[in-house]
Nanobody, 126 residues
Framework: QVELVESGGGTVQVGGALRLSCAMS????????VAWFRQIPGREREGVAK????????YYDDSVKYRFTIDQDKAKNTVLLQLNNLRPDDTATYFC???????????????????WGQGTQVTVSS
Protein backbone atom coordinates (compact mmCIF):
# COMPACT_ATOMS: atom_id res chain seq x y z
CA GLN A 1 0.00 0.00 0.00
CA VAL A 2 1.25 3.46 -0.91
CA GLU A 3 -0.13 6.81 0.17
CA LEU A 4 0.33 9.97 -1.85
CA VAL A 5 -0.14 13.50 -0.59
CA GLU A 6 0.08 16.47 -2.94
CA SER A 7 0.89 20.02 -1.94
CA GLY A 8 2.03 23.26 -3.50
CA GLY A 9 -1.01 24.35 -5.48
CA GLY A 10 -2.25 27.92 -5.48
CA THR A 11 -3.20 30.91 -7.60
CA VAL A 12 -0.66 32.65 -9.82
CA GLN A 13 -0.75 35.08 -12.69
CA VAL A 14 -0.04 34.21 -16.28
CA GLY A 15 3.65 33.53 -16.73
CA GLY A 16 4.10 32.64 -13.08
CA ALA A 17 5.46 29.48 -11.53
CA LEU A 18 4.50 26.90 -8.93
CA ARG A 19 6.14 23.82 -7.53
CA LEU A 20 3.97 20.84 -6.70
CA SER A 21 5.08 18.07 -4.38
CA CYS A 22 3.87 14.49 -4.10
CA ALA A 23 4.97 12.90 -0.84
CA MET A 24 5.01 9.10 -0.93
CA SER A 25 4.72 6.82 2.08
CA UNK A 26 4.05 3.17 2.73
CA UNK A 27 5.72 0.33 0.86
CA UNK A 28 8.48 1.91 -1.22
CA UNK A 29 10.63 -1.18 -1.71
CA UNK A 30 10.02 -1.25 -5.46
CA UNK A 31 10.53 1.23 -8.27
CA UNK A 32 7.42 3.18 -9.18
CA UNK A 33 6.03 5.09 -12.06
CA VAL A 34 4.81 8.33 -10.55
CA ALA A 35 2.65 10.48 -12.78
CA TRP A 36 1.02 13.86 -12.55
CA PHE A 37 -2.44 14.15 -14.04
CA ARG A 38 -4.72 17.16 -14.18
CA GLN A 39 -8.44 17.55 -14.47
CA ILE A 40 -10.84 20.34 -15.29
CA PRO A 41 -14.45 19.81 -14.16
CA GLY A 42 -16.42 18.04 -16.87
CA ARG A 43 -13.35 16.80 -18.69
CA GLU A 44 -11.25 13.67 -18.63
CA ARG A 45 -8.24 13.49 -16.35
CA GLU A 46 -5.18 13.93 -18.58
CA GLY A 47 -1.57 12.97 -18.07
CA VAL A 48 0.99 15.74 -17.72
CA ALA A 49 4.31 14.15 -16.79
CA LYS A 50 5.73 10.90 -15.48
CA UNK A 51 8.91 9.69 -13.85
CA UNK A 52 10.24 6.22 -13.16
CA UNK A 53 11.76 6.37 -9.68
CA UNK A 54 14.25 3.60 -10.42
CA UNK A 55 15.75 4.82 -13.70
CA UNK A 56 14.84 8.50 -13.42
CA UNK A 57 13.39 8.41 -16.94
CA UNK A 58 10.88 11.19 -17.49
CA TYR A 59 8.03 11.71 -19.94
CA TYR A 60 6.02 14.81 -20.76
CA ASP A 61 2.81 15.61 -22.57
CA ASP A 62 3.44 17.92 -25.52
CA SER A 63 1.29 20.64 -23.94
CA VAL A 64 3.73 21.07 -21.04
CA LYS A 65 7.05 20.07 -22.55
CA TYR A 66 9.75 22.68 -21.91
CA ARG A 67 7.52 24.43 -19.33
CA PHE A 68 7.06 21.72 -16.67
CA THR A 69 9.81 19.64 -15.11
CA ILE A 70 9.29 16.45 -13.11
CA ASP A 71 11.96 15.36 -10.67
CA GLN A 72 12.36 13.35 -7.50
CA ASP A 73 13.95 13.80 -4.11
CA LYS A 74 14.78 10.24 -3.16
CA ALA A 75 15.85 11.17 0.36
CA LYS A 76 12.39 12.58 1.04
CA ASN A 77 10.42 10.06 -1.07
CA THR A 78 8.93 12.99 -2.93
CA VAL A 79 8.20 13.62 -6.59
CA LEU A 80 8.21 17.24 -7.65
CA LEU A 81 6.57 19.02 -10.55
CA GLN A 82 7.93 22.46 -11.39
CA LEU A 83 5.41 24.49 -13.38
CA ASN A 84 6.88 27.46 -15.24
CA ASN A 85 5.43 29.98 -17.66
CA LEU A 86 1.92 29.08 -16.56
CA ARG A 87 -1.02 29.76 -18.85
CA PRO A 88 -4.76 30.04 -18.09
CA ASP A 89 -5.35 26.63 -19.71
CA ASP A 90 -3.08 25.07 -17.08
CA THR A 91 -5.80 25.78 -14.51
CA ALA A 92 -6.92 22.43 -13.10
CA THR A 93 -6.76 20.11 -10.14
CA TYR A 94 -3.46 18.29 -10.25
CA PHE A 95 -3.22 14.72 -9.00
CA CYS A 96 -0.24 12.50 -8.50
CA UNK A 97 -0.59 8.78 -9.08
CA UNK A 98 1.69 5.79 -8.76
CA UNK A 99 2.08 2.16 -9.73
CA UNK A 100 4.89 -0.26 -8.97
CA UNK A 101 6.87 -0.78 -12.18
CA UNK A 102 10.01 -2.84 -12.48
CA UNK A 103 10.67 -1.97 -16.13
CA UNK A 104 11.07 1.71 -16.86
CA UNK A 105 8.25 2.10 -19.35
CA UNK A 106 5.58 4.09 -17.54
CA UNK A 107 2.04 3.68 -18.86
CA UNK A 108 0.22 6.66 -20.29
CA UNK A 109 -3.35 5.80 -19.31
CA UNK A 110 -4.69 6.68 -15.88
CA UNK A 111 -6.39 3.28 -15.54
CA UNK A 112 -3.00 1.65 -14.95
CA UNK A 113 -2.28 3.73 -11.84
CA UNK A 114 -3.65 2.24 -8.67
CA UNK A 115 -2.55 4.78 -6.05
CA TRP A 116 -3.83 8.35 -6.14
CA GLY A 117 -3.51 11.48 -4.07
CA GLN A 118 -6.36 13.82 -3.20
CA GLY A 119 -5.32 16.54 -5.64
CA THR A 120 -4.15 20.13 -5.37
CA GLN A 121 -5.71 23.09 -7.18
CA VAL A 122 -3.71 25.24 -9.58
CA THR A 123 -5.36 28.42 -10.81
CA VAL A 124 -3.74 30.71 -13.36
CA SER A 125 -5.33 34.14 -13.60
CA SER A 126 -5.01 36.46 -16.57
Amino acid sequence: QVELVESGGGTVQVGGALRLSCAMSGYLGAPYCVAWFRQIPGREREGVAKIHTGSGNTYYDDSVKYRFTIDQDKAKNTVLLQLNNLRPDDTATYFCAARAQYNNVCPREKRYYNYWGQGTQVTVSS
